[in-house]
């Protein structure tokens, strides 16, 4: 869902180089019991709505007891995984993997267990049929992962800034407002002239990526790499483009210039800082997570500029390392079920990589309450069975941190335009080597 920060670890580096780091990042402590009572431990980032889900498992299966490890941040969850992958020790019995690591892991698929031996082939038809090849290996012979969730793209705004700002705030006539993202420009610069005491938009790195994963999506298909692998960051007009709309919106002095899931921006939620996010159907539980309680109804959901597109997603894997590979994969299969993904959605709006799930009428008709009893449901889950999946190479993520490192220096005032531009591509090609 969101980039690492930092460059992640070769895949077959030595256990003895990585287990320095072990003791900072944690370790799987689970087993079973002296009553033979299995303890699976589940790691996941951000927000995935299993809470409910865990306790009804436990429910079901009395042998069974669930530790749920969860780091908030993805730059912070990332390479604690690839570490404890690598070192063949740590990690949990369930692991959450983000789309834009994916590709990494599965050029070693020998690192999780085969869930097609666990009886998941017969899953198939419960996930969309991209999601489902993105973790399968090209001989159709190994599936390193089960799908979550999808990243549909809608823009989440805060009406009483709109009111206080003289625009409207009816979902449709706020989307009508910008149908590209010059329009939502020009609308942030008739916000800025009303309001001065916050901004227009968060900041640049949630922007940006949003805007990167739609145009990509819209047109060749894939980001920083292409599906052979090369680094073509500087040939990509998705890139360009979505870097260029970026910078004219810094330029037109609508951003609060937070870095996303930084304390900074959490507390820019609750003191009312910015007036719009680009919203994937995830962030969703983001802001009300982050906004608070007095928040709830004063923000809403409208269209995003420039169309359809999606931005984000992750799989469930069991690591080669867990000593209850029957279990682990027995829950991983359960927490991605159709029911299970109707549940987590209904929680924290994470969109489903089920289609029967994005056709059940309690997802189509799901309406938020703290957004203002916005149809999610039906704006998330419209466009979603047509979205094109994007396809991230194996270094998308450290790439992808060097131009949002670039974007900060030139929204804080330490690159010009020019410079950021090439320290970007710069960057890029020193990560990608």
Not at 250 to 260: F, I, N, R, T, V
Not at 299 to 325: E, M, N, T
Request: with cysteine.
């Amino acid at each position: 869902m969101r980039r690492a920060h930092r460059r992640l670890l070769p895949s077959l580096v030595s256990a003895a180089v990585l287990a320095l780091g072990l003791s900072a990042c944690g370790s799987g402590d689970g087993g079973s019991g002296s009553d033979g009572t299995v303890t699976l431990i589940v790691d996941t980032f951000s927000t995935f709505g299993y809470e409910d889900l865990f306790k009804q498992y436990e429910a079901a299966h009395p042998g069974i007891k669930i530790k749920h490890r969860n780091v908030v941040q993805l730059d912070e969850y990332l390479p604690r995984l690839e570490q404890w992958i690598a070192a063949g020790s740590g990690a949990g019995d369930v692991v959450a993997i983000e789309e834009g690591i994916l590709t990494k892991f599965m050029a070693h698929p020998d690192k999780f267990v085969n869930l097609l031996d666990h009886g998941a082939g017969s899953l198939q038809g419960n996930f969309l049929d991209w999601k489902w090849k993105q973790a399968l290996s090209p001989d159709g012979k190994y599936l390193v992962g089960l799908g979550t969730d999808i990243g549909g793209l809608a823009m989440c705004y805060r009406t009483d800034l709109f009111k206080k700002a003289g625009l409207p705030t009816d979902r449709e006539k706020v989307g009508a407002l910008w149908p590209t993202w010059d329009d939502y420009i020009a609308t942030g610069e008739k916000y800025s002239a009303k309001v001065k005491d916050s901004t227009f938009v968060d900041g640049s790195v949630n922007l940006y990526n949003t805007i990167l994963a739609q145009s990509a999506s819209q047109s060749a298909g894939y980001t920083f790499f292409d599906r052979s692998g090369k680094l073509v960051a500087g040939e990509n007009p998705a890139v360009k483009n979505a870097w260029d709309t970026t910078v004219k919106i810094q330029e037109a002095g609508l951003s609060a210039g937070l870095k996303s899931f930084e304390p900074s921006w959490g507390s820019g939620f609750k003191q009312a800082k910015f007036a719009t996010i680009a919203c994937p159907s995830w962030m969703l539980g983001v802001i009300k997570e982050n906004a608070g309680a007095g928040a709830a109804g004063k923000w809403d959901v409208a269209a995003i500029p420039g169309g359809a597109g999606s931005r984000g997603g992750s799989f469930l894997a069991v690591p080669k390392q867990s000593k209850h590979a029957d279990e682990a994969a027995e829950l991983a299969k359960y927490l991605t079920s159709v029911n299970s993904q109707i549940a987590a959605f209904k929680a924290r709006n994470n969109l489903p990589s089920s289609p029967q799930a994005l056709d059940d009428p309690a997802v189509k008709s799901f309406k938020n309450e703290y957004f203002s009893d916005a149809p999610v449901g039906e704006i998330y889950a419209a466009g979603a069975k047509a979205v094109k999946p994007l396809y991230l190479g194996a270094d998308n993520n450290p790439v992808g941190q060097r131009f949002e490192d670039a974007l900060l220096a030139l929204e804080q005032g330490r690159l010009a335009p020019d410079a950021a531009w090439k320290k970007a591509l710069d960057d890029a090609e020193r990560e990608a080597r």
